[in-house]
């Protein structure tokens, strides 16, 4: 997946499709710079559903106040390409029991999102919601690695020991495929981690890289290094994921 060079206050959009049985799905995965929050914070009220916008307002911790407002803009970004001429202000996304986000839009065709943050990039992926999926995305940070590695099982840590050099960052792929899975069942991380075992890597002379989990066989993962992060992508196993160059040009909305 190749994120488009922009300027701060600016998106990079990358369209996507997903392909099953019956019919073609176009998704939408929309990124925006943590860095420009300033920005955006000036115009939150034209981005956040009142309720959104109230709750916003109250929040005090500035690392929190960041990462809702710019998760929540760029989970806007992609409804509003997912459902069409609806406006972002118009769109409320509440947390569900376990925090996963809910869309709650008078739409035709309903669609879900899930939302990925770190301290330098907000990224959402709108998709059907028809089709459960999740997004992970985590800077690369080599004191992270070892906590990650922690976590893994004695079958993945063999795993990772046979892959070529040429595989870059593995524990930040298998913990973010691991987070990606988690969203898009929706119960986040309050399940034990190993439940989340990845069972086998593929594609490892190319990008994405491609993997299947041990315990969830409807799904599989896509994941890519871009920049200095690794962003994962949890979906169904049984319909094919086009991204990047293999993807069709998307209709106008």
């Not at 997912?82 to 118009?90: D, I, N, R, W």
Request: charged share 15%.
């Amino acid at each position: 997946m190749q994120l488009a060079e922009s300027s701060p206050t600016s998106f990079s959009v990358v369209p996507l499709v997903l392909k099953d049985d019956e019919q073609s799905h176009w998704l939408h995965f929309v990124s925006i710079d943590a860095t420009a929050f300033e920005h955006w914070h000036a115009q939150h009220r034209q981005w956040l559903h009142p309720t959104e916008s109230s709750y916003y307002e109250s929040i005090t911790s500035d690392v929190r106040r960041s990462s809702f407002l710019l998760g929540r803009i760029a989970a806007k970004s992609a409804l509003t390409r997912q459902l069409g001429s609806m406006q972002p202000e118009a769109i409320e996304i509440r947390s569900g029991l376990f925090q996963a986000p809910i869309v709650c839009a008078a739409a035709a065709n309903p669609a879900q999102v899930s939302i990925a943050h770190t301290r330098t990039m907000a990224c959402a992926l709108a998709f059907p919601a028809t089709h459960p999926m999740g997004i992970d995305l985590e800077d690369i940070l080599p004191d992270r690695s070892q906590a990650m590695e922690r976590q893994c099982s004695e079958s993945e840590l063999a795993m990772v020991q046979a892959l070529p050099s040429t595989v870059a960052h593995p524990w930040h792929v298998l913990w973010t495929s691991k987070e990606a899975l988690s969203k898009a069942i929706g119960t986040g991380f309050t399940t034990p981690m190993r439940l989340f075992e990845v069972r086998e890597l593929m594609g490892v002379s190319a990008s994405p890289l491609e993997g299947r989990y041990a315990h969830f066989g409807q799904f599989g993962f896509k994941s890519w290094t871009i920049g200095q992060r690794v962003l994962s992508l949890a979906y169904p196993k049984s319909c094919h994921l086009q991204c990047g160059n293999d993807a069709p040009t998307p209709p106008e909305a």
